[in-house]
């Protein structure tokens, strides 16, 4: 499955610094949901400091996640179920002062 991954307001710095990636995920015969994808995520591509953007099972507090420009609250969440060429956007809004 196609997905475009972007990655805002500092969570970049934790991939590498890069702020768009685009993926394919296995077709290993399983629905792949937001909660499936941060397990990869963490796994594949979180370069540093994964406290910082994965908490339990889901992002951390105080980071926002997009889906297609529509918050993914309103998407069902972690159970959100992707769709080929989705696009992910991770917000940090957690800044040092």
Do not use: C
């Not at 499936?36 to 540093?48: A, H, K």
């Amino acid at each position: 499955m196609h997905l475009t991954l972007e990655f805002a307001g500092g969570a970049e710095l934790l991939f590498g610094k890069q702020k768009l990636q685009t993926i394919d995920l296995p077709d290993n015969n399983t629905s792949w949901t937001i909660r499936t994808l941060l397990i990869w995520i963490r796994e594949n591509l979180l370069r540093e400091r994964p406290e910082l953007f994965i908490q339990g099972d889901s992002v951390r507090p105080g980071i926002l996640v997009l889906v297609n420009d529509t918050d993914w609250e309103l998407l069902d969440g972690l159970n959100y179920q992707l769709k080929e060429n989705d696009n992910i956007l991770f917000v940090s809004t957690l800044h040092g002062g």
